[in-house]
Structures are given as structure tokens and as C-alpha cells.
């Protein structure tokens, strides 16, 4: 089964980086198939790495958007301005933008609507603080950031949708969870589309990813289990030979 990988370079790249990246990458993965891969630089880098992956079989992503459309809201930046400069993906509610930014379920939920009907594909982030792990609330969590998130979303834009399971204390942290624990929750998340959207074949559309940790040594753990349909990768994705090697190794 074709699975999807996505880099989250958060703001870790300087712009010459980011496109030295993104060319070095575009060339390893020249002959990737099956596999779809996503790129989400920062902002300012989005347009010039845009221009080096047209072409290329691989997809431009944004790490946050706004929800509204246009008009005076300083400092954001609309799904369609990110189209403009090429994204078909976009990162929402991400642990860091609900924790460091302040982040709401109400606005993650907005996010997610404007960029399904904009036609962006978004990769919902949800995972579960370390504390709620201890306290026992881990599927709770999950479950209520995946419901706030979706409830009232369309069945027919489903089709166009990752949610990615990401532990808040596994990020960064060099230290994954288990690969089986990565499937469970992967069902857990299954089971609550399911619920929403009640037609099974439209919830099974839905892609569940696994973030947190990922790298060229586990990778191939995570997407051997059947409900993990992909991956989201952050420190491992910033170096070519490692980023392009983690892929090679699933062709
Ligand atoms: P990490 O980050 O791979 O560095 O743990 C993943 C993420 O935050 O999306």
C-alpha cells in the first residue's frame, strides 16, 4: 500500500537551506513510486521551494494557514495565498501551535474547514501531553481533538484528509512510541470517523499518520502497521542523505 511521508522542517531552515534541501531531495527521490512525499518549509521559503519540486513528484506543504479568506488580519496568511505559491497540503493544529501559540480546538476546526473548501488537504495533528498519558485520558484526548476538529465537515471531503498522531512528550525527543501503540491509536482515530461520518467507506478514506521521533531506524516499523498510512518527520527530515534514504528504503 502506497504510504506518505511529510517533512515538517518548522522553522529550523534558513531560506538557502531550504532550497538547497528541497534540491538535493528532488534529485535522490527522482524515481519514487508509490509513495507520495509532502515538504512543509516555513513561510518565506514556501514560494522558491515551490519552484525547485515543480515537476518533481514531490508536494509542497504549509506549516499553519488562517482561517479566513482575506482582509485585516496582520501577521496571517490565507489558504489561498498558499495555493498561489503552489501548496496542496498544510500542517493544522500542530502540538506546537496549540501549546506555544495557544492554539484552540475552535480555531484548529476553523483551519480545517477553510482549507478543505479552499481544496488544500490538511494534516490534522492531535496527541496527548504527558501528563493526560499518566492521568490515564490518552484516547479521550484523541478522540475529542479528532471530534472537535471534524464534527459538521462534510462526508464527500473526507476523501481529502490526514489526521497524524502525534505524543506531545515523544516529539523531539529522539525516543518513539511503539510502533503497536502507533496502530492502536491509529484505530482509536479510525473508530471516531467512523462514528462522524457514519458511512465506513467515507472514514476509511481518512489517512491516519504517525509523528513523533521517526527516523531512518524505525520507520519501517511504523509503516508496516496497517492502519499507519504514513509519516510525519521533523529533526530527521532535515538532512538529504537520511531524509532521502528513510524513502529509498521503502521503495
Ligand atoms: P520530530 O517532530 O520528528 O522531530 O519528533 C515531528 C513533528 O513535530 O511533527
New binding site residues.
Partial sequence: MPKTI?A?W?MSLSLKESVDLAKKLSRDLRSITGHAVVLCPSFPALLPVGQVLAGSKIALGAQDMFWETHGAYTGEVAAGMLQEVGCTHV?IG???RRNIAGETDAMVRKKVAAAIAAGLTPIL?VGEKFQERQEGLKDHVIAEQVRSALEGIAISSAAKLYI?Y?PVW?????Q?VEPEEAQYTAEVIRQVAVDLFTEYNSASAIRVLY?????AANITSFLRQPDVHGV??????LKAETFSSMIQALV
Fill in positions: 511529510i515538517n518548522k500542517i500542530h502540538s506546537e495533528c497524524a502525534e515523544v516529539i523531539g525527543s529522539g518513539a509523528g513523533g521521533s521517526v527516523d510525519l518527520v521533523g529533526g530527521a527530515s
